[in-house]
């Protein structure tokens, strides 16, 4: 956006005055107008100030990568059902995307402030806070009673990371995902090497947070998510 925005006013002045002139001043404006613009088409600025992850139109986001979030956006989540480790702003994100998401969060004052505002698709459970083995121990019980014996997608982002991969491994449909946020530590990828898995990984900003990370996918090859038939979109037309 900020490329085209410069393109467009620069190019008459190209024009009228020699490159040694305009280009020097073109190079300052993208340096100054790219990051401002980025934080304004991703909502970074407004994540930043209402400390949420939102959109610049204030729609809840993932508190993903924006690359990730960037890929994520154009599959079709439609009948798919979601499994979800840590509970928030991707919960209502996903809500809106699929039919179904039953959320597991262990801290009980973010569990009672989120709870009010999930919409009837959500299944919300308080798991009691332990220890990791402990929580795993809870989550593989409460999760026994639930209706799916599989989800599409599986997301780690919260209760004891380390201690869900079993479940998390067991829980994927053959065609799902498992989504690790933070995927950089918590040992994801030594709890996942040896599991048959794929793996992508996407590094950079998240909303609202000033240092880079990394949101991982882990997939099997019949993952519908990296159907080719999905097109390519292009960002700077369409945030």
Known sequence: MAESLIHNTFAPIKKLFPSWLTNPVRNVVTAVLTPITYSYRTGHFRSSLKMAAVTRHGDPLPWYTYPAIDFLKDRNYAGK???????????????????????????RAWHDRIKSGMPPNVDLNLVPRENGKQD????????????????????????????????????????????????????????????????????????????????????????????????????????
């Not at 480790?85 to 991707?90: E, I, P, R």
């Not at 799916?148 to 491994?169: E, M, P």
């Not at 048959?196 to 609202?208: I, K, L, M, Q, T």
């Not at 882990?218 to 945030?239: E, G, H, L, Q, Y």
């Open 136 to 239: 795993a121990f809870h989550v593989s019980n409460m999760l026994a009673t639930k209706p799916h014996q599989q989800y599409d997608v599986v997301i780690i982002d919260g209760l004891t990371r380390g201690d869900l991969f079993d479940i998390a491994s067991k829980y994927v449909a053959p065609n799902g995902i498992i989504i690790c946020d933070n995927a950089e530590g918590y040992g994801f990828y030594e709890g996942f090497k040896d599991r048959g898995f794929s793996r992508v990984d996407f590094y950079g900003n998240a909303p609202g947070i000033l240092l880079p990370h990394c949101t991982s996918i882990f997939f099997n090859a019949t993952s519908f998510v990296f159907d080719p038939a999905v097109p390519i979109r292009n960002v700077a037309k369409n945030p």
């Open 81 to 107: 059902t979601v499994l979800e480790f840590g509970g928030g702003q991707s919960t209502l994100w996903w809500a809106a995307h699929a039919a179904s998401v039953v959320t597991f969060e262990a801290d």
